[in-house]
């Protein structure tokens, strides 16, 4: 697998645009990604029970169609607690998107993030479509569904299957607290491989737990969240079949991309200085892992002691304590940046110029041995920082 | 029931007494509260799976003996994480107390608080058992047990059980994330009335639930996190016995003075400046009402945004959609204050200075009516400040 600079649009049969339509004040807020033949189609979707609209309307046609050859996005805009209005709105964009293309409004997905409660201007969006093009501005795209993000966030890979060359990119936004609301995550990749509906559902679900499940800014689920995946089969490669070698690689290949994403998200997070990647190693099953990880990377009381660059394995093996998980922490070894600062559950001297060194970085490591098996689990976040409160204080509804 | 102006020692044939034995600097570190004879015991424990060295031996005793005459208590070291030496030296407490009341070891409850990872100084403990007294002062107590706590908890009533007048007093510390370390939740109470110690262990588990366990300041839980309960029955009422009308005034009055002691830690959180209240009403069930009332308590989101004095209602919405509850959420009623901000889940206007009004206080209530049943859960927190992260990050361990 190699990884190229490239774009959402730089795998086969795909073009992307993004442009100003007027759902923010002067960023960029809406674009598309469109493929030029039918894409198989996978998703997921927000666990909030409160899901808004535009979920709604691209869950169903996904279900409907299992195809889909174009996603629309606007930011600014959640179109979220908006009622059987916003709904209306939400195919009604979709309607306009499918008409603008010639398609069937089953093969557009929609997607929204912004302001919630606020219904979507209609108006806007017909600005916003007149103006938008097939084979447009990749680049684009990445910035248009940005919304308190401080990057854009592009990976982008290619991965030999027999004689064919698969190429596949994911572009995301992230975890901004959004005036005046919640950090909604949307992912998109695509992808040229031959692979059916199902056969790319599976593999996103294999890789979602572990990747874009994996990574919090403040525990706060988001009623927008969707990560959307295509694949139209440019490459005309044979097609990828669940449990063959042909799937591992593609599977290896999503997982690439969706941790990337997750972890430019996680980075990215507001407020946030450092990344703060957690690894729980030695565990007596894989999900087990993975909810300790998480357990120690959403503790207020880490993220705060990684922004003070304070070594605390004290917080650390709290969190591994109380993550809901029936190990026994009685021999746990916690490392920050390799260097140990607890062994068998007890604290152990470490040389705090080197700590200082370690902690004085914009990515944070901290691994937790629990010597209890052979399976490891790893989470991202970010740290808590003064700039957190500013940003989601001082907003006034 | 009526509240009283009384201490931890208010119940007939208790005493306590606090001093500064050197555990810490300045501030009083060290007390005890007596019965002059044998109570009935109960205790609820830290779910943590790291649980501290006086933990250990406290809830071995208690199991062992069923009965209690002494509780001793130190702040400034937690004595956690500390191996086979803390647990010996968590023992030589109790041995020593015991000794100097001439009592069975297992007749003495041992509580530490503060420091983790740092052993208990021995002389220094030698030092304030040579120091205290039965009969002390037991405002001194309350004060003995504080961390970083900013004030004294304590609250004390009175009921009739007939002729007999019983009274019952709780005092408690909270939520400071101690150097270098985690919120530790302490709660003693003490009663006159002559109830078995299954009985009362019977009306705490019931309790606790709504008590102790709805409150959150950043959702990490301590290793040295424990609530004790003694009646000694110097009320010579008649004894109090499961499903009985005194049972349920019993169980009504230690309601009361575990939610005010939760009530006074979820205000004194660090950095906090307003207290949350979650009302979750019209629930299909309780579990869940006080399941979804703790997610919004907990949300950084709405914690930040109450900081700001922000009626972010779609915050709260978005926590009542992930608290992991399966509940319908299409026609949620939200209010501030009693003042409506969102109904049947649509925003509706409200008048802003009015809102100004009620959220520029230090008591705010949020009230969540699902429409979905007649049960209720309630739950208490704090706003998450600057000073939260400044107090936290800017220690270094």
Aim: proline letters at 3%.
């Amino acid at each position: 697998m190699k990884v190229i600079d490239g774009t959402i649009a730089s795998p086969l049969g795909f073009s992307a645009d993004g442009l100003h339509a007027g759902f923010k004040k002067r960023k960029m807020d809406f674009g598309w990604i469109v493929s030029e033949k039918p894409a198989s189609v996978a998703g997921v979707y927000t666990t909030n029970k409160v899901i808004a609209a535009p979920l709604i309307v691209t869950k169903t046609s996904v279900k409907k169609a299992g195809k889909m050859k174009a996603i629309v996005v606007n930011s600014g805009v959640a179109n979220s607690c908006t009622g059987t209005q916003g709904l209306e709105d939400a195919y009604t964009m979709q309607e306009w998107t499918a008409e603008k293309l010639g398609v069937e409004p089953d093969l557009v997905g929609v997607a929204s993030t912004g302001i919630i409660g606020e219904l979507l201007p209609m108006d806007t969006l017909k600005n916003g479509l007149s103006k938008i093009v097939v084979n447009g501005n990749a680049d684009d795209f990445a910035k248009a569904i940005l919304t308190t993000d401080t990057a854009t966030k592009t990976i982008a890979v290619t991965e030999t299957f027999g004689r064919d060359v698969v190429t596949m990119a994911g572009v995301a936004k992230g975890s901004g607290m959004i005036h005046p609301n919640m950090a909604t995550m949307l992912g998109f990749i695509t992808c040229d491989a031959n692979i059916s509906s199902e056969t790319l559902q599976l593999a996103l679900s294999q890789n979602v737990e572990k990747t874009f499940n994996q990574i919090t800014v403040d525990g706060d689920t988001s009623t927008n969240d969707m990560v959307l995946v295509m694949s139209n089969g440019c490459t005309l490669n044979e097609e990828i079949l669940p449990d063959t070698p042909e799937f591992d690689k593609f599977s290896k290949m999503l997982n690439f991309v969706m941790q990337e994403l997750a972890k430019k998200i996680a980075k990215d997070g507001e407020g946030a200085n450092k990344l703060i990647q957690v690894d729980v190693v030695n565990a007596p099953n894989a999900l087990d892992a993975r909810m300790m990880a998480k357990s120690v990377v959403g503790s207020s009381l880490v993220k705060t002691a990684i922004f003070g660059e304070d070594p605390n394995w004290g917080r650390i093996l709290a969190a591994v304590g109380y993550a809901g998980v029936d190990v026994p922490v009685d021999n746990v070894d916690i490392m920050i940046g390799g260097l140990p600062v607890m062994l068998a559950s007890s604290p152990v001297a470490f040389d705090d110029e080197e700590m200082k060194d370690i902690m004085h970085v914009d990515e944070v490591t901290i691994t937790v041995d629990l010597h209890a098996g052979r399976e490891k689990g790893t989470a991202w976040g970010c740290d808590l920082s003064y700039d957190y409160v500013k940003i989601n204080a001082l907003y006034h509804t």
